[in-house]
């Protein structure tokens, strides 16, 4: 397998995160109980990463969701469905979804919604990219790890048909590898 092109390096997203935990630190010092709420797949390498460098008392639970239609068909709507929920109660506590990247927004937007239905104390949202380009949804990003072109993006998470996932850094996918 050829190397892809690297758009963010290892010790890059391991410093940037280091920073967001550090973020989180201190804006949660005072909580009773904060529940990372890890968005599957794509989120699993950032959230564990981040969740190794927190020292507030917290929780970890995930969530799943999918695209109505692959999200690289044309069929593609931007309705979001449920796959997976969180197993335990979130009221009155911290709630803050991890996710891996806002593209056009929709799925946060969705999130946002169902998890505030819940009756959490707070509800943030952390993500380790952005895509500003292409965000079509208001969605307030709280902790952000960077900012990034209107590319395909794999590794540190992110797949592309379920390939490229693991690699340990973010790298951009060329269109004819598509
Ligand atoms: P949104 O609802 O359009 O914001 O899409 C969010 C989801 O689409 C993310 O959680 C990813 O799973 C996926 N996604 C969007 N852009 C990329 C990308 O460049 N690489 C990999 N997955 C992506
Ligand atoms: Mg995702």
Known sequence: MADLPTLIGETDIQQRVGELADEINEAYADTDLLVLVGVLKGSFMFLSDLAKRLRVPHRVEFIAVSSY????????TGA????????HDLAGADVLIVEDIVDTGHTIVYLKELLQARHPKSLRLCTLLHKPDRTEADVEIEYLGFTIPDVWVVGFGLDYAERHRTLPYVAELPPDQR
């Not at 239609?69 to 593609?76: I, N």
């Not at 979001?80 to 197993?87: H, T």
């Open 69 to 76: 239609g692959d999200r690289e068909s044309e069929e593609h």
């Open 80 to 87: 979001v469905r449920l796959i997976m929920d969180v197993r």
